[in-house]
Structures are given as structure tokens and as C-alpha cells.
């Protein structure tokens, strides 16, 4: 019995929200063909921009910010201002039998570069057609980025100490929430079109998918709570206390206490049972004298090491850790055990976040995907694969239709 087919992706992607999203599907072993731009004449830089941020790592086209979204795929570099580079991109969603075509291109360029979806599903009306972009196919020119993201969709109003200036969340979140919606968006679509044999035009808008996780934030302004309650805290957290960062005698732990039975649970341990108090029984209780009591918790934690602390908090089943440098994340436990890694042209070895969720392909690959690939790296397997001749070729790198 053969194995099922897996998919195949084509993607017009650069930066990192849809390269994320293909990320995905590297991860659960489908193909993904990443279709970048030719160069103009006289520049200095090829391709997508991110291949030349972060330090230079493989080459002068693979810096580091760029390594890790990209490992497992293929690579080919068409001109889609060309009519024939159009027509190279049609060729390979046939005769590769693309299930899914995805870009995070402007949208107001989509209809000149032929990759719109009209054009695409017209080429094969089964085709899943997917876009990231700011605010979606509505607002065709409006540019977005992670930062302005942020700060547009209320996050850095949320994000920072009390009295500070606002401030981005550290990871690109509205980018990466958007490559996810894509990637749940076209495994839906995907089953959908085994009960309907179509395709489907996917539009996720960064601006709609960062708002979307404002759930316990927006609608308490209309029931009642002053913005003042929602706004950015710190470490605390406005509603669950105490939910803060902690001294101990040796560094920071972080605690979250999300009932009152986790607080009643606390105040048995003895370490904390001078905090056993009438008003701090209930959660509003404790949130009326909050600051007094993160500073009571404080004085207690400081003279305490973080073992012993954390021996009495996991005692009484209380969520805490310790604050994780980024250098220390690889070696927690649960990370190392399902860490990604790749290998450098040069034998090194470059270690990466695990997958989401565990995928039977990547036990199968020991956990180990093939390397980014080099600017146009398969362009001419690629265009072969898809039938074209040895004189086409020559004929479209003459023009510079490939490169």
C-alpha cells in the first residue's frame, strides 16, 4: 500500500509571517517551494530581505534571522513582472499539482505580478489561495510589520511597567498569529475541498488576527471597567492576584495564582501563613490591597532561596518558575527532549524551537530538516521538474526572467 500523497505548497513569501505559516507545513512534511524575486539591476541584495538580516551565518545570502523560518524548503527566483515569469509560476502550480498557493506580497501588487486570486483558482479551480497582509484584501495598500502592528492593535497600550512609556511584546506575535491562522485555515480548507472538490480564497489580515486575541481585555470595556484596569501592569496581572515576579535571596520566580483555592492552598504552607488574612480570602479581597500584598509576598520570597521557595509553592500546586534567561530556554527539560535542529553547509549544527505539536514526520526525520535554501537554489531543477526545456532556460536566464 503507498503512502498518501503529501501536499505541495507554493509561496510568494518573504519576511517571516507567511514563512512561519509554511514553516508548518515543512513540519508536517508537505513540500514548500518559497518563489522569490529576481534582482534589480545594480542591487546589492537578492531576493527576500530577511536573508541578509541578522548576522551572516551561511554565505552572504543566508544570515541568521532568516535560517530558522526557512529550513526544509526549496527555493526558485522568478521575475513575476515578466510575463514569462507568470507564465513559469502557472507551470509549476500544474504540473507540480499545487494544492496550495500562498503570498504575504501587498495585496495592491497581487493582480500585477499575476498571482491574484482570480487568476490562480481560473489556472485551477481546486487551488487553496491564502494571504497575509495588514488589514487584509480590503485595504489592498496599506503595508504592515510586526512593531506598527503592535502598536496599532492596542498591544503596546498593554505591554510595559504602570507608569512607563508603552512597549512591543519582545516576541513578533501579530506576525506569528497570523502565519498560524493560515496554517489552520488551509488544513480546514484542505478537508473542506475533499467534500467539495473546490478551492478557497483564504484572507488573514495581521490587524484582525492580533485584535482577535484582545478577548479579556476589549469587551470589559463595556461592562463596567475603567481602561485604567486593563492598561499595562508590569508582571502583575490586572484580575488574578498575586500574579507577579518574585526576589528570592538568588534571582527571580514567577508566580501566578488564578483561584482562591490556590490562595488557601498557599497560606497552609508555612512559609506563607503569615499572609493567611481574612480580606485576602477571595480574590477581590486581595485586589483591593494589592500592592500591599505583592509587597508582603516580596519581603517573604527575598529571604528565601529560590529552591526552598519554589519547594514550598510546588507543594501547595501552585504555577510558578523562575525567570529564563534566552540562552537557558534550549535546556529546559521539556524543550531539549523535542528541539528542532539543522546542519549548516559548514557541519554545524544549529538548534531550533521544537514543533508546536509533534508531527510522525519529524520522528521520521530524526528531528532533523535540511538547511534554508541558497537564493534560486533549485530554480532550474525545479523549472525542469515542471517541463521546461534546457533552451527555455538558458533563454529565461538570458533574459533574466530566472535567476
Known amino acids: 500500500m503507498s503512502e498518501p500523497r503529501r501536499p505541495t505548497v507554493i509561496s510568494v ?6 514563512p512561519y505559516a509554511t514553516l508548518r507545513f515543512v513540519q508536517l512534511g508537505w513540500r514548500v517551494i518559497r518563489v522569490e524575486p529576481t534582482a534589480r539591476p545594480g542591487a546589492k541584495s537578492k531576493g527576500d530581505p530577511n536573508r541578509y538580516i541578522g548576522r551572516p551565518f551561511a554565505g552572504d545570502d543566508r544570515h541568521s534571522y532568516f535560517v530558522a523560518p526557512n529550513v526544509g524548503k526549496e527555493a526558485i527566483a522568478l521575475d513575476l513582472k515578466s510575463k514569462t515569469g507568470q507564465a513559469q509560476l502557472q507551470r509549476l502550480i500544474t504540473a507540480l499539482d499545487a494544492d496550495v498557493f500562498c503570498t504575504n506580497t501587498m495585496p495592491a501588487r497581487h493582480q500585477s505580478l499575476g498571482i491574484d486570486y482570480a487568476a490562480l483558482s481560473a489556472l485551477k479551480p481546486g487551488l487553496i489561495w491564502a494571504a497575509i497582509s495588514a488589514l487584509g484584501l480590503k485595504y489592498p495598500e496599506v503595508p504592515g510589520y510586526d512593531p506598527m502592528m503592535q502598536a496599532l492593535c492596542g498591544y503596546m497600550d ?10 512591543q511584546c519582545g516576541p513578533p506575535i501579530t506576525d506569528l498569529k497570523a502565519g498560524d491562522e493560515v496554517f489552520a485555515q488551509v488544513l480546514l480548507a484542505l478537508y473542506e475541498r475533499t467534500q467539495s472538490g473546490k478551492g478557497k480564497c483564504i484572507d488573514v ?4 488576527g492580533a485584535v482577535s486575541w484582545l478577548l479579556t481585555f476589549l469587551p470589559m470595556l463595556d461592562m463596567g471597567s475603567a481602561s485604567a484596569e486593563i492598561k499595562r501592569n508590569g508582571n502583575e496581572h490586572r484580575q488574578f492576584i498575586p500574579t507577579n515576579s518574585y526576589p528570592t535571596a538568588d534571582g527571580y520566580l514567577f508566580m501566578a495564582i488564578g483561584s482562591d483555592v490556590q490562595w488557601a492552598r498557599l497560606c497552609h504552607e508555612p512559609a506563607f501563613a503569615a499572609l493567611d488574612d481574612e480580606r485576602y480570602r477571595t480574590n477581590e479581597g486581595r485586589r483591593a490591597d494589592r500592592e500591599n500584598l505583592h509587597r508582603r509576598i516580596g519581603a517573604i520570597t527575598s529571604k528565601m532561596s529560590f529552591a526552598s521557595a519554589s519547594q514550598a509553592l510546588s507543594a501547595a500546586e501552585i504555577p510558578h518558575g523562575p525567570i529564563t534567561p534566552i540562552e537557558g530556554v534550549f535546556d529546559l527539560p521539556f524543550v531539549k527532549e523535542r528541539m528542532l535542529t539543522t546542519e549548516a553547509p559548514d557541519g554545524r549544527t544549529v538548534r531550533m524551537p521544537p514543533a508546536a505539536v509533534d508531527t510522525a514526520f519529524l520522528d521520521e526525520q530524526d528531528r532533523q530538516l535540511p538547511f534554508a535554501p541558497r537564493y534560486g537554489e533549485h530554480t532550474e531543477r525545479l523549472l525542469r521538474e515542471a517541463g521546461a526545456s534546457d533552451a527555455e532556460i538558458a533563454t529565461m536566464r538570458k533574459d533574466q526572467v530566472i535567476a
Open 13 to 18: 513569501e518573504q519576511a517571516l509571517s507567511m
Open 158 to 167: 498593554l505591554t510595559g511597567e504602570r507608569d512607563g512609556p508603552p512597549l
Open 205 to 208: 489580515a495581521m490587524g484582525n
